[in-house]
């Protein structure tokens, strides 16, 4: 196959497909919004997971780069009661399948990996239309166009390739993380960075009520924190998150009786708290196929965080290119390989989010989540 991809977004999902294709010969070119690729923070953690991420990473001949990323001994993981009570003290012993990386690094290793030129950067999307017989045209917010025989949609949860394919989208699932960082955490936050551990940290409100804090001890000192409020994106606007010391107190309000150490992962935060609410797709989202166009990652099956997004979004540009591969001749065969694997398997781990967030939120909360660990079932 020598038809050019043309691939709208430069996240992990686009980029992975954009260099397996690479690596069978096929020419792809990746159109992001994003002004450079030190536009803004990458994220944080994630744990790349020996059945899918991983996969993706050694179908794009990147293992040794991966691995020379891999933090040690962020496999380990503790579960608290908002009291500060340890529930669960897990040692990363280094068997684990789930090793953890920087997500900007991640990134980094798969723009190494493409032809000078395959990212072009600021070239955001503004709108995408049929021109018939398989071919689309992408219009960019400057005005220029371009028309191409196989479009792929890499463009997250927002997606402007999606509407060629179905009219859903995304709802508000009704929570929100709330995101601060501790940096110098030993010195500066010793009292935190013990709750935390060497790893991730869960502390959970029993009860039902669906508050419950997520932090990682991310490279150096670290720790990487997302509060989880079940609140309506009304309590939300009501907060001036542009007041950073006045978002603070009001959020800190909601964890009233918690203990002193967790509650400093957001009152002493060493950056502003900022929102990140949660949106999803419909559980099952499917489209019927339109030649010449498909989506990958969160366009396809935005879902709850569960720790698998990062990993499907790689899995799907990898088998994504895979197919393009093994097809050379048929573009639409690749396709439809493609998603009839992509739809069950995002549908699956759609509703192994709800169930995790249940786990997580639900009135036997912690218990719940302790007794799947405790029957070493995956979580995020």
């Known amino acids: 196959m020598r038809t050019p991809v043309t691939i709208i977004g430069a996240g992990l999902g686009g980029l ?15 159109y992001e919004a994003e002004p450079s690729p030190m536009a803004r923070a990458q994220g944080g953690m994630l744990d790349i997971h020996d059945y899918n ?6 179908a794009a001949g990147l293992m040794d780069e991966f691995r020379a990323i891999v933090l040690e001994g962020r496999q380990a993981m503790r579960v608290l009661d908002r009291d500060g009570t340890v529930l669960l003290d897990k040692a990363d012993d280094g068997t684990g399948g789930r090793p953890e990386v920087q997500r900007g690094e991640l990134r980094q290793i798969l723009l190494d990996s493409l032809p000078t030129g395959t990212v072009r950067w600021d070239r955001k999307v503004s709108g995408t239309r049929a021109l018939g017989e398989g071919r689309h045209e992408v219009t960019f917010a400057d005005g220029s166009t371009v028309a191409t025989s196989l479009l792929v949609g890499a463009d997250g949860a927002w ?6 394919l179905s009219d859903a989208t995304p709802e508000y699932a009704g929570r929100s993380f709330v995101e601060t960082y501790l940096f110098d955490a030993e010195t500066r936050h010793p009292a935190a960075a013990k709750a ?14 669906g508050k419950w804090i997520g932090a990682h001890r991310e490279s150096g000192e670290t720790l990487h924190t997302y509060l989880v409020l079940p609140m309506p994106l009304d309590w939300f606007a009501a907060i001036d998150f542009t007041d950073p010391a006045a978002a603070t107190a009001r959020i800190a309000r909601e964890l009233d009786g918690w203990a002193p150490e967790l509650t400093a992962l957001i009152t002493d935060s060493d950056t502003a708290p900022v929102l990140r609410p949660h949106h999803t797709l419909p559980v099952g989202h499917r489209w019927d196929r339109v030649p010449g166009v498909t989506l990958v990652g969160d366009a396809a099956h935005l879902a709850a965080p569960n720790g698998e997004g990062a990993n499907l979004a790689m899995q799907d540009g990898a088998e994504l290119g895979t197919a393009l591969a093994s097809h050379p001749d048929d573009i639409e065969a690749a396709l439809i390989a493609y998603e009839q694997a992509m739809f069950p398997r995002s549908a699956g781990e759609a509703t192994e989010a709800d169930r995790l967030h249940e786990l997580m939120s639900g009135e036997n909360a912690p218990h719940t989540l302790l007794a799947m660990l405790a029957a070493d079932e995956p979580t995020s």
């Open 53 to 58: 991420g991983q996969l993706a990473l050694r």
């Open 196 to 209: 935390v551990g060497g790893g991730s940290m869960f502390a959970i409100e029993p009860g039902g009520n």
């Open 159 to 164: 997606s402007r390739v999606r509407p060629l």
């Open 16 to 30: 992975t497909l954009a260099r397996v294709l690479h690596v069978h010969g096929i020419p792809a070119t990746v």
